[in-house]
Structure formats: structure tokens, C-alpha cells
């Protein structure tokens, strides 16, 4: 199931501004967190002496707004990094609801990185760092399929094949017919998402699947042909309630007419034998 979307659904489904889960999600590790603050360090170190080294002390305001604003790089810097992806999927012209299921869910060790290090003898030993993601094949009736590896999570076990999936697509085309993007996917059975990066404003989100649910479910009923049958018979027969019935004849008697009809009716096989008492018993040949 595809569904477009108007541009005001889905500006609200993913923000300008980085949400919570947005900001974590750049916030990082603690490799993260230093290399900001090393970032920071040298932007204050170039508003207090470069700037002042070119310009003179004259553009002291400049100095003082660089200064701050690289002092505190690292307390915003997932703010700008979070909302520069949003930019990204927001200038997506087109999008659609799409509603499909799981075919597909298995695990893999996946290479995050590699580090080299010198034994005890000496040598250079390659170290890998790998972790376990989960890969999450979706698809339709349609033959749209989509595929999904993240970082594996305890959670992440309930879901099994045939699960419902939801999530949001991206085209450039009016017609959706070329999908380019999509988003996290969110699996309405067990009320979970799967993600990366959470693209989406999941209340939101939330609240969109349910209207479109809604609207499904009242569709079928409007449309089914046993409804309208039902309706076509109450006005046949409040259109004949409210027609004159025909006039008899006034020279016909009902006596008349229920001995005409009796005349006119086939008789049957047991008004054409004879007349038995009600004791005498049926012979052989009367069967």
C-alpha cells in the first residue's frame, strides 16, 4: 500500500530542527565528544589571536561572536549536523505512507573498522572491530522491496516474517513511481522501530498510520454491494409503497374469483383418485 502525502504531512513528519533522538544520535561516543572539543579549542584560539593578528582590534565584536559560537562547537554541533540531514530528505519533492510486510530478517557480523597494533614480539597485528547488525528485507504486493542493516538490538528478536512494516518513501516523481529515499522502518505489531538515524517524528508517524487506517477501514463498507443492494430495495420498496394499487373490476366477487382461480389451478395427483374412507387401508396398486 502507497499513499502519497501532502507537503504539510510530511514537513511535520520530519523536522527542520534536530529532534531529541536526532541530537543523541550525533551527540556520539566519547571519540565523538573529543574531537568537538578539539574542534573548539582551535576555533577560540583563532578568534583570540588570528582575527586579532589580521584585522586589528577593531572588529572586536567579530572576534567575541567567533569566539563563543566555536567555544561552545561542541554542545551544538550535533544540532547543525542533525538538522543538515533533515535538509537533505526535506528537499525530496514528493512523498508517500507505504505499507508493507517483512520477508526477510537474518543476522550478519558486520566490519565497523580496523585498528593496528604491535604485539609482544614486535609485529603489526590488524585488529577488526565488527558488530552484529540485523538486516531487514520489507516489500509489497506491488514488487517494491526495501532493505534495512542496523545495529542489533535485544529488542530486535520479536520480530519474525509476515510482521507489518510502515515507514515513509521519497520520489522525485509525482506519481511515486521511482522511489530514491526512505526512512526508518516502524513495525506497528510489536510497536517497534527499527533505525539508524531516526528520520521521523515518531508520535507523529504514529498518528498519521492510524487516520490512514481508519480511512481504510471505512472504505470497503461505503463501497460493498451488499449495501448498496439493501439501499436499491428500500427505495423499490418504499417507491411501490407509495404507487396507487390497481382497481378491481367491480363486477368480480372475491367468491368468484377464489372459485375461477381453483378451476384454473393444476389439480394434483391426489384430487384425481377416488374418495377413501378414512379406516380402509391402501392397497399395493394405489402407490
Known sequence: MLIPLTRKTFESLIPVVATGPQYLY???????????????????????LGIGLVFGADYGFLRFAFGVGSGFYWLWGPVLWASLK??????????????????DVYITDELIGQEETVNNRGDLVIVENR??????????????T???????????QAIDVGDTAQMVVMSNRGDLGRITKNTDIYIPNHNLWVNDYPYLQRDAFIEVSRQLRSRERRQPDDRSPGRSNRSERRERSSRNDQSPSPRRPPEVTDDYQSDREWNQAPRRRSDRSPSRRPNQRRSRSDW
Do not use: M
Not at 86 to 103: D, K, S, T
Not at 132 to 137: A, K, P, Q
Open 86 to 103: 533533515n535538509l537533505e530528505y526535506r528537499r525530496v519533492p514528493y512523498a508517500g505512507f507505504w505499507q508493507g510486510e517483512v520477508l
Open 146 to 156: 526495501a532493505r534495512l542493516r542496523v545495529p542489533l538490538k535485544r529488542s530486535h
Open 131 to 144: 558488530e552484529r547488525c540485523i538486516n531487514l528485507e520489507v516489500g509489497d504486493e506491488a514488487g517494491f
Open 26 to 48: 550525533f551527540w556520539g561516543k566519547l571519540p565523538d565528544l573529543l574531537r568537538r572539543l578539539l574542534i573548539s579549542i582551535v576555533g577560540v584560539l583563532i578568534a583570540t
